[in-house]
Every structure is written in C-alpha cells, then in structure tokens.
C-alpha cells in the first residue's frame, strides 16, 4: 500500500513571528522554512511590510532549514519591498543560509546583518 506523500505536513517544527528586541523589530524566524510552512511565513511578511514603513528584517538565527519555497518567499518579499526602496535584511543568519542564498543568486538581492553590525549591501 502507497503512503500519500503529501498528506502530512513535511515540516512540524516551525514558527514565524514579529519580536520586539534589542536589536529592534524583526520577524523572527525558527524551524523549517519549507513547502509547507512557506505559505504561513509568506503571509506574515506580506502584513509585516504593509503594517510598516522601513526595511524588513528577518532574524534566521533560529532557522534550521530552508528550501527552495522558502527561497521564493524571500524573493517575493524583496520585489515587494524594491519600488519603495526598502529592503530585505537577513538577521544572524547560519552558514546554511548565507550558502544557499549564495548559490541562488538570491544574496545579491538582500542585506545581511550580523550581530551587532550594520547592514551592508551584499554584492551586486
């Protein structure tokens, strides 16, 4: 007998939500990021971006995963964000993550900021 493959979430470890910091507000991001959690955090940075007015920060310092969904949220946010001229600022991101946005072609596109330092624009 086949399972259904996707009749189960493919990722159960995963949350996305604004926190209020020391370092000031970002969208904390913890777990998976992947088909089935991609949506959630794609809702949640389309209300982030309309509720405020300056570069959208997302902390990854908690992210353990992403694939190519979780990619393409990024990418949305940051076409999003580009007529307005704010931008997309990835937060303590693991190596993972830099890797993979490197790879995609993606960290052309984003800013990362590292604890305790500014933002500054990746490569172009």
């Given at each position: 007998m086949a399972m259904a493959y996707w009749s189960q979430p493919m990722s159960e470890s995963f949350d996305a939500v604004v926190h209020e910091g020391p370092g000031g507000t970002a969208v904390a991001v913890t777990g998976e990021v992947d088909l089935a959690t991609a949506p959630k955090l794609a809702e949640l940075?389309?209300?982030?971006?309309a509720a405020?007015?300056?570069?959208?920060?997302?902390?990854a310092s908690a992210?353990?995963?992403?694939?190519?969904?979780?990619?393409?949220?990024?990418v949305d946010c940051v076409r999003s964000l580009a007529p307005t001229g704010r931008h997309l600022v990835i937060r303590d991101a693991p190596p993972f993550v830099s890797r993979v946005l490197h790879v995609t072609g993606v960290s052309a596109y984003v800013?990362?900021?590292?604890?305790?330092?500014?933002?500054?624009?990746a490569r172009r």
């Open positions: 940075l389309h209300e982030y971006v405020t007015g300056g570069d959208v920060v997302v902390d992210l353990t995963f992403i694939d190519s969904s979780g990619v393409a949220v990024l800013c990362f900021d590292g604890s305790g330092k500014p933002a500054s624009r």
